[in-house]
């Protein structure tokens, strides 16, 4: 990260044995595509334990300003989630200004042909939330049309800017 602050650890909830959910503040890149064990993607539901999705569902509230993180990315060098920039992000404050500013190519993202659950809600009820938990009534839902897939794997096999 030339020229550039690291990337600060702000917060840690434990969720389980093995999930911790960290937010981090500083430069972030972003995954074009997602990555092999990425939440969003339909054939990796179960992966992940309800309550890290309940620790994160502020990310899809209306106007947040936090944004989903790519979990294998880690905190040393953070990337933003291309499931979440392709189906979570549409009332996301923090990632409507990346992309109106160019600094998120709407036209790079791709599915890279896996299904993504359709928006957080979706997402976090196949994962075992209560759809009443009172965690995803801040959650709005999506039409995620707007993020086309378009992604060629072969510019960007890694999925990362």
């Given at each position: 990260?030339?020229?550039?602050?690291?990337?600060?650890?702000?917060?840690?909830?434990?969720?389980?044995?093995?999930?911790?959910?960290?937010?981090?503040?500083?430069?972030?890149?972003?995954?074009?595509?997602?990555?092999?064990?990425?939440?969003w993607r339909v054939d990796n539901t179960g992966s992940f334990p309800a309550g890290a999705f309940a620790?994160?569902?502020?990310t899809a509230a209306d106007m947040s300003s936090h944004t989903f993180g790519c979990h294998e990315s880690g905190t040393e060098r953070p990337m933003t989630c291309a499931?979440?920039?392709?189906?979570?992000?549409?009332?996301?404050?923090?990632?409507?200004?990346?992309?109106?500013?160019?600094?998120?190519?709407?036209?790079?993202?791709?599915?890279n042909g896996h299904a993504l659950h359709g928006d957080y809600v979706a997402m976090a009820v196949a994962n075992g939330m209560d759809p009443d938990d009172p965690a995803?009534?801040?959650?709005?839902?999506?039409s995620y049309a707007t993020h086309p897939d378009t992604t060629d794997p072969d510019t960007d096999p890694e999925g990362e800017s």
């Open positions: 990260m030339t020229g550039r602050d690291p990337a600060v650890e702000i917060g840690r909830q434990h969720v389980d044995d093995d999930h911790d959910v960290v937010r981090v503040l500083g430069p972030a890149g972003y995954r074009r595509t997602p990555c092999p064990g990425c939440p620790a994160s569902a502020h499931g979440f920039l392709l189906r979570g992000a549409e009332h996301n404050m923090a990632a409507r200004l990346r992309f109106s500013r160019g600094e998120i190519d709407a036209g790079s993202l791709g599915t995803l009534a801040q959650c709005r839902r999506g």
